[in-house]
């Protein structure tokens, strides 16, 4: 323990010292720095902010120190995040590669492509995008067409992608295709990697309520896609994707704690935007939902750090399964909350009259929605809990 005092102190001493202060504010979606070819910082501070904390090895603190991580365990690595959250330190590299595929790649990849991949997700030289659903496959992933046929030296990759976020935007592509399309349908499945500037791919973005187009329609045609592409055995990628989303879902579930900008949280919106009397908010079904939100909070943040501490123990628990669900639907109910306690404030889409906090507070509204779908929808979630955790039967 004393150890880990001393290193919260260290970690402490050296964000202090290095991170610039305007990167211990708020941030807008337009100040994340994702990497990638195309990938720019929006100043000189987010540029040293994020060289810093990538020669510190602290993009992934807990990646082994030979691929560019920090080589931390996981107590480590916890105390870097809450001290960076101490002084609303930014996140120096928004990245489907750190959240999802590296983690993957360190447990599934072959020397040659964790060489190849893990630094350059590191570095943020390579931005990753996610080729998983398509249309009519999202919740039944597995039931996936996207074929890739082996031509010897190659695969040839032939269907199309939905869903997939910044495809317009990503270098590479890690993608679930069919290998076999005569096994059972988890059986014929294999994990790609490859370049989205290979000939044959082509990328539409789709509208979206938000007003923000990240999402795409990615189309494959006859695209050829090396052999050194392919993750871990071939018609055994299926339990690659299983274990990525795993990683999304973790992140997911605490996605509520680190939203682009901080908008305003509830209690603080109730002291600007509510009528109070005696020290208590007058309008009581307001008071009684803001209760029940701020316990709710309380109660995730104290099953965070239990599951923590009981993955630090080695202890099997059922409550990782059940954070995606709840963490989503939380901040679902706090975005509605939001808009209930800013009333007509909290309905502006543009206009100066509007501050950013009350604009940004209905496009994260809009954006909420999303959460309890990408990564497994909620009712996907409560099927997975239903059979994992109560061992109920299944249809
Ligand atoms: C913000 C966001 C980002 C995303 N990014 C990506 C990405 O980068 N790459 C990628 O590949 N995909 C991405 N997705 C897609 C996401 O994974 C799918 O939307 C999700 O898996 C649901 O699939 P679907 O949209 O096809 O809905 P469907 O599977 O058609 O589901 C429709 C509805 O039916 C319900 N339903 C379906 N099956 C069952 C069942 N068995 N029991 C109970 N209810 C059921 C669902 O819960 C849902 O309410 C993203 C989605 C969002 C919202």
């Not at 501070?45 to 120190?65: H, S």
């Not at 679902?332 to 543009?350: Q, T, Y």
């Not at 954006?367 to 979630?381: L, N, R």
């Not at 409560?382 to 059979?387: Q, T």
Request: some cysteine.
């Amino acid at each position: 323990m004393e150890n880990l005092d001393q290193f919260r102190q260290q970690a402490r001493n050296w964000l202090e010292a290095n991170c610039p202060q305007s990167q211990r504010q708020a941030m807008t979606v337009e100040d994340q720095y994702w990497g990638g070819k195309g990938g720019s910082f929006v100043s000189e501070d987010a540029k040293l902010w994020f060289e810093l904390m990538r020669d510190k090895g602290w993009i992934a603190p807990e990646w082994p120190k030979e691929y560019g991580g920090g080589g931390l365990d996981a107590a480590q690595g916890k105390i870097i995040k809450e001290e960076m959250k101490r002084i609303k330190a930014r996140t120096p590299l928004y990245s489907h590669g750190v959240w999802m595929l590296g983690p993957a790649l360190l447990e599934y990849g072959n020397e040659e492509q964790k060489q190849q991949h893990v630094r350059a997700i590191v570095n943020g030289e390579v931005r990753w995008c996610q080729g998983y659903s398509e249309p009519g496959s999202g919740s039944d992933l597995a039931s996936l067409q996207c074929k890739a046929e082996d031509r010897g030296d190659h695969y040839l990759v032939n269907g199309s992608k939905t869903w997939t976020t910044a495809a317009d935007k990503a270098d590479w592509i890690f993608c679930l295709v069919r290998t076999d399309p005569k096994a059972k349908k988890q059986e014929g499945i294999s994990f790609l990697l490859f370049d989205m500037a290979t000939p044959g791919i082509s990328v539409t973005p789709i509208d979206l309520i938000s007003g923000k187009s990240e999402f795409c329609q990615t189309y494959f045609d006859d695209v050829k896609v090396p052999k050194s592409g392919l993750v871990g055995e071939v018609n055994k990628g299926w339990s690659i994707a299983k274990a990525l989303l795993v990683h999304e879902r973790k992140l997911m579930a605490e996605m509520g704690s680190d939203t682009p900008r901080q908008v305003v949280v509830p209690s603080a919106a109730a002291r600007e935007y509510l009528d109070f009397e005696d020290g208590r908010i007058t309008d009581s079904q307001l008071r009684g939902e803001l209760v029940d939100y701020d316990m709710n909070m309380h109660a995730i943040a104290l099953t965070h750090f239990r599951t923590f501490e009981e993955r630090q123990a080695k202890v099997h628990s059922a409550a990782p399964l059940v954070m995606k669900y709840v963490g989503t639907e939380a901040e679902l109910v706090k975005s509605e909350l939001l808009l209930a306690i800013m009333g007509s404030r909290g309905l502006g889409w543009e206009g100066e009259e509007f501050s950013e906090e009350e604009l940004d507070t209905l496009r994260l509204w809009a954006m909420s929605k999303s959460m309890t779908i990408a990564g497994g929808t909620s009712e996907i979630q409560l099927n997975v809990i239903a059979k994992n955790v109560l061992e109920l039967p299944q249809s």
